[in-house]
């Protein structure tokens, strides 16, 4: 129901619908080169926009952290009798893991959009419209400390791999001789300290270069590794990173019987839909011939 304004209320309205407001000042007029280039303006990119942006990204990984924890924590309790690095010469017909005897546990974690996000030279490439360079990301690895951010639900998963006894080691593809400014860059990530040749392996550490199995079976000779986790599978085995296989080829390598079973369960991996060997395959491979549809209108 309407209610009738009080008539000293509409003599208000009227005096004010009088008064209008003086006129807003006019910006003087800039006279445009025409041969001046149109300014683009900077978006980041989908893949960025989800991972480092939507609460949707936010979510999965806090929910991914939170499974992994778990799931070191059940590890500690009941003592595995093999780590879940794949011996030398193992395959997924021939499946060999490492014994653990009565080393002390550990789980192994890539860096890089594992633990952090590289929020600093991520935002920065976009804002020199360049892709990843090694000069860029060597100054990076050197000096980025602070601007790298602890990847949601990372800081309590560590603290509670920690809790239970559990050793955290990282295994990157940072550059040993970077190692001053890489150690900083978790430190100030809020992970703590980790100690180049113990508990932080770097490429360099060992031969191979990118490669980590040698890294891996590094650390094997003093721990009982529990859990793998990264955001590429070359962070739980160098045998699905062989440059000959496709990508419906490298999907099937994970699902091999030796294999699948492990996902969650001591082999952890996190979204990253922005670089790396995920991020292949033509028309053919993502939408292959048994999928194709199109519609009756194209308009």
């Not at 149109?38 to 480092?52: N, V």
């Not at 939170?66 to 017909?93: C, F, H, M, W």
């Not at 955001?231 to 990173?241: H, K, Y």
């Not at 000959?244 to 019987?257: I, K, N």
């Amino acid at each position: 129901m309407k209610t009738a304004l009080p008539l000293i209320t509409l003599a208000i309205l009227a005096a004010c619908q009088t008064a209008a407001p003086p006129p807003a000042a006019q910006p003087e007029s800039v006279a445009m080169d025409p041969s001046a280039p149109a300014i683009t303006e900077i978006k980041p990119s989908a893949g960025e926009q989800w991972l480092l942006g939507s609460a949707e990204a936010r979510i999965v990984m806090v929910q991914s952290w939170n499974e992994i924890a778990s799931y070191v924590e059940k590890q500690a309790a009941s003592r595995p009798n093999a780590s879940v690095i794949l011996a030398p010469g193992a395959t997924p017909d021939a499946p060999e893991f490492l014994a653990c005897g009565d080393k002390p546990l550990a789980a192994v974690f890539d860096a890089d959009e594992t633990l952090i996000w590289n929020t600093g030279s991520t935002g920065a490439y976009r804002r020199m419209g360049k892709e990843y360079d090694p000069i860029t990301w060597g100054e990076w690895e050197r000096t980025g400390a602070g601007k790298a951010v602890a990847i949601p639900g990372a800081l309590d998963g560590v603290a509670r791999i920690r809790a239970a006894g559990v050793e955290v080691i990282v295994n990157t593809n940072r550059e040993a001789a970077n190692v001053e400014g890489n150690i900083a860059t978790l430190a100030q990530a809020g992970f703590g300290e980790f100690v180049h040749g113990s508990t932080l392996f770097l490429k360099g550490d060992t031969p191979g270069g990118s490669a980590k199995d040698a890294r891996r079976y590094a650390i094997s000779e003093n721990y009982c590794v529990v859990a793998l986790v990264g955001d590429q599978l070359g962070d739980i085995a160098d045998i699905f990173n062989d440059k000959t296989l496709r990508p419906a080829e490298r999907r099937s390598l994970s699902a091999a019987s030796a294999f699948d079973s492990l996902w969650g369960q001591g082999w952890f991996i996190l979204p990253n839909p922005l670089y790396g060997p995920s991020i292949a395959g033509s028309m053919d491979d993502i939408f292959p011939a048994e999928t194709y549809w199109e519609p009756a209108s194209k308009d």
